[in-house]
């Protein structure tokens, strides 16, 4: 299962699990990043370690710890 | 008997009429950076600052607006994505608006992405039926072709709904009506916004089926109290009649749940049913077309967060508006100057004629008058230049993308990304950039945020820099050349301190302040089209008039006191020489002297008066009496023995020294520490004893 991180730029996907713990899991259930949301990744930073998505109409920034816990699958 | 029933009815009408002729209570609530503070400074006047990115409103405001006779209250609470979460905004708004009964709830949605803000109305009408849905950003919904039909939205939500575009004034008259309309109306709608899981539901019922308080709503009360996350105690306290029947209700409920295997589950279960719920009304009245519409923010984004150009362009950017600030201030601030050197003969005149004694002109003029004009002459064309460019960079929405193009540097100092959006509200000034850490959850990085502040130069620092530079680092340069090594120079300043910020962070980070960088999520606003106009008023009459303001009133009794200082003699000494000599071998260690010191420390209260304060001082050791512009300071200082390890010397501790007073008392406010308060100070001040006692010794070696 490929995880948010590795998805490539531009290429939509779709949320299967989100696994991060705690208080983070609240705020991006609240950015709309949970299961069965499509989400797609636009921008990296130049440290790679911060990627911008887009989800629902926002452009939300992760870090790589953030979204290499959350399951994606691509979208055809 | 007759009597007292009566007295008894009339207050009870009394109690039904009350709201209706003091007005009524409107809390304001919304997703971060969707326009609320607009709405909130347009309906009631107030000059709250706004600005494109999260967070702006870090504590709450109120103020108040006349609608058909009624004066209402509204209260701006802070911007939060929903009011389930533990965060501290998210619990300041809901105790707010479960606890404090405001008569409306005016929630402000981005109409571009209603989905996500459709969470936080559902969340809000769980709360209370006295809801008005305001559709902000009408105008960018328009332009990204996405259609609502608030008709239908009203009669899905049975709430009024308002289309608006706040910032350029439209439905503001349709706003007040609505708000209006839903104080007058009564809805008893006490149907379940949402249908959550069955077993769920099971366990709300029964709690509900326990609270016999009709005074509140049982449904949200019922929520909470089976929330795993929430302090339960808050909302028993607020319980009318048997606690131990709910609480025993509560418990039964919550055992139920954890033998069927959902309740560790319990948040998401609720976010779940509320995220399809959005989904299903937003799906119902919006129409989409919306394949393009991030197209060309996309475009900017793809330059200015580009891997190699994007740090590039930030500084460039940053140089851009130092240029613009040192080459455009320089005339007004010779007029300004002009002007102040013409009134001060006719002062001098005039208190002549008046006949005041000697030494009350002199503390007048060469006191208090000479340092407020300098203050004046140097601080206002460089502030009102720089704050305006400043806020429309923030305006346009690009600072976030500041953040998110430092953040490994962030990251790598174990702080957060966020740090880089409080650094920039530090070039304005340092008090505001220490409130604004607020917006970083984390208390060990909100303290990292805090006490790294300082090390961006507020701009009570810059115009002494500006100074500085002109005077001794690019004379030799012809125009245009002097203004763009003067950028140079500042651009590198500046970078020294942004630089410093990340190694103190990295440093606090392995010692004081041990941890791993917490989560967190950047939100990057689309791009808006600054306000040339309102951002030039507002920047020059809110933040530079108030800054500047601010100076002045430090610096009147300043110049007063230090021109006292300056002239009252003890053995034949003036007690300003008796200070700075005693200061003056530990300054000459830093490679400066005992004047420049002292100002720094007389500086205290406010960083402007720093070089009115050494001209004062040198000027009494009477070398000169006038000087109109900077060259003429200049030989006021290469008198008094400056050299350019002087010059450098004095850049480099504006730069790294103790925050000003403003500063400090927001620190301790924002920590509710002394502790971190001094260690605030002694951090810059020890890192800038080192630096400068390092240029100091090199150059003495070198013997340059």
């Given amino acids: 299962m490929k995880t948010l991180h590795d998805l490539p730029i531009a290429q939509e996907g779709i949320i299967q699990e989100v696994h991060n713990p705690g208080t983070i899991k609240r705020r991006l259930l609240d950015l709309g990043i949970l299961k069965g949301s499509s989400i797609c990744p636009m921008l990296e930073n130049a440290t790679h370690d911060m990627r911008a998505y887009m989800i629902k109409g926002a452009l939300i920034a992760l870090r790589s710890s953030e979204s290499s816990l959350i399951e994606v699958e691509e979208r055809r | 008997m007759l009597f007292s029933k009566l007295i008894e009815v009339n207050e009870e009408i009394n109690e039904l009429y009350k709201n209706e002729e003091e007005g009524y209570t409107v809390a304001l609530i919304g997703n971060p950076n969707v326009g609320k503070s607009t709405v909130f400074n347009t309906l009631t006047g107030m000059k709250q600052h706004t600005g494109n990115w999260p967070g702006k409103t870090v504590s709450l405001a109120s103020g108040t607006y006349v609608f058909q006779n009624k004066n209402n209250e509204m209260i ?29 709830c005016l929630v402000v949605c981005d109409a571009t992405c209603l989905e996500r803000n459709m969470n936080l109305v559902l969340q809000t009408m769980e709360i209370t039926n006295r809801v008005v849905l305001c559709l902000n950003l009408m105008d960018e919904a328009e332009r990204k072709e996405i259609h609502i039909d608030e008709k ?58 326990a609270l016999c308080d009709e005074s ?31 609480r025993i209700a509560v418990g039964e ?65 940053l140089s851009v ?113 220490v409130s604004g850490c607020r917006i970083i959850d984390s208390p ?47 651009t590198s300043v500046i ?37 040339f106009g309102k951002v030039i008023v507002r920047s020059v009459f809110d933040r530079t008039l108030f800054v500047l303001g601010r100076a002045i009133s430090v610096a009147v009794p300043a110049g007063a006191f230090i021109w006292l200082l300056a002239n009252v003699q003890i053995q034949d000494v003036t007690l300003l020489a008796h200070i700075s000599s005693f200061l003056d071998p530990f300054a000459q260690l830093l490679g400066l002297d005992g004047v420049i010191l002292l100002a720094f420390i007389l500086g205290f209260p406010a960083n402007e008066i720093v070089v009115p304060i050494m001209i004062m001082a040198y000027m009494s050791n009477g070398y000169m009496i006038e000087f109109e512009n900077l060259m003429e300071l200049k030989e006021l200082l290469l008198a008094n023995g ?56 090199t150059s003495r070696l070198l013997f340059l």
């Fill in chain 2, 76 to 104: 701006d609470l802070p911007g939060t994505y929903s009011l389930l979460a533990h965060s501290k905004e998210e619990e300041v708004t809901r105790n707010y608006i479960c606890f404090e009964k405001c008569d409306v």
């Fill in chain 2, 152 to 209: 239908k939205l009203e009669k899905l939500l049975g709430v009024d709904v308002v289309k608006m575009s706040a910032r350029n004034h439209i439905g503001f008259e349709e706003l007040k009506q609505a708000i209006a309309h839903t104080v007058r109306i009564q809805r008893f709608h006490t149907h379940e916004i949402v249908t959550y899981e069955p077993h769920l539901e099971a366990a709300l019922k029964k709690i509900e089926a």
């Fill in chain 2, 216 to 246: 509140i709503n049982k449904r949200f009360y019922a929520l909470k109290l089976l929330d795993p996350q929430v302090d339960k105690e808050d909302y028993y306290h607020q319980l009318n009649g048997d606690r131990e029947k709910v």
């Fill in chain 2, 253 to 317: 409920a919550i055992e139920e749940l954890e033998e069927q295997g959902i309740y560790e589950h319990y948040e998401e279960l609720i976010v779940k049913e509320l995220s399809k719920k959005a989904k299903d009304i937003v799906d119902k009245c919006i129409m989409f077309n919306n394949a393009h519409y991030y197209e060309r923010d996309l475009k900017i984004d793809r330059i200015v967060t580009h891997k190699i150009y994007g740090v590039l362009i930030m500084i460039a950017l």
């Fill in chain 2, 321 to 433: 508006i130092f240029w613009i600030t040192i080459s455009g201030a320089n005339i007004p601030s010779q007029i300004l100057s002009d002007a102040f050197g013409t009134m001060e003969g006719v002062l001098s005149n005039f208190l002549h004629t008046i006949k005041v004694s000697d030494w009350l002109h002199d503390i007048l003029v060469l006191g208090v008058y000479k340092t407020t004009g300098w203050v004046v002459a140097v601080m206002l064309p460089p502030m009102a230049i720089f704050f305006p460019l400043f806020t429309l960079l923030e305006d346009f929405g690009y600072l976030p993308r500041i953040a998110f193009n430092l953040d490994g540097y962030f990251q790598k100092a174990k702080a957060c990304g966020k740090q880089a959006l409080t650094m920039c509200m530090g070039f304005g000034c340092n008090a505001v950039g």
């Fill in chain 2, 444 to 490: 060990r990085e909100r303290l990292l945020a805090i006490l790294t502040n300082n090390f961006v130069p507020c701009n009570g620092r810059f115009p002494t820099l500006i100074a500085i530079i002109s005077m001794f680092f690019t004379g030799m340069f012809l125009a245009p050349w002097n203004g763009i090594v003067s950028t140079l120079i500042l």
């Fill in chain 2, 495 to 531: 970078l020294l301190g942004i630089w410093l910020t990340f190694r103190v962070s990295s440093l606090l980070s392995r010692t004081l302040l041990k941890g791993v960088p917490s989560s967190f999520t950047l939100e990057l606003p689309p791009y808006r089209k600054p306000q």
């Fill in chain 2, 642 to 697: 400056w050299t350019w390890v002087t010059a450098v010397c004095t850049m480099l501790f504006s730069l790294i020294h103790w925050p000003c007073a403003t500063t400090c008392l927001t620190i301790r406010k924002e920590t509710g520490s002394w502790k971190w308060t001094i260690l605030s100070i002694l951090i810059p001040t020890v890192i800038g004893c080192i630096v400068c006692a390092f240029v100091a010794a």
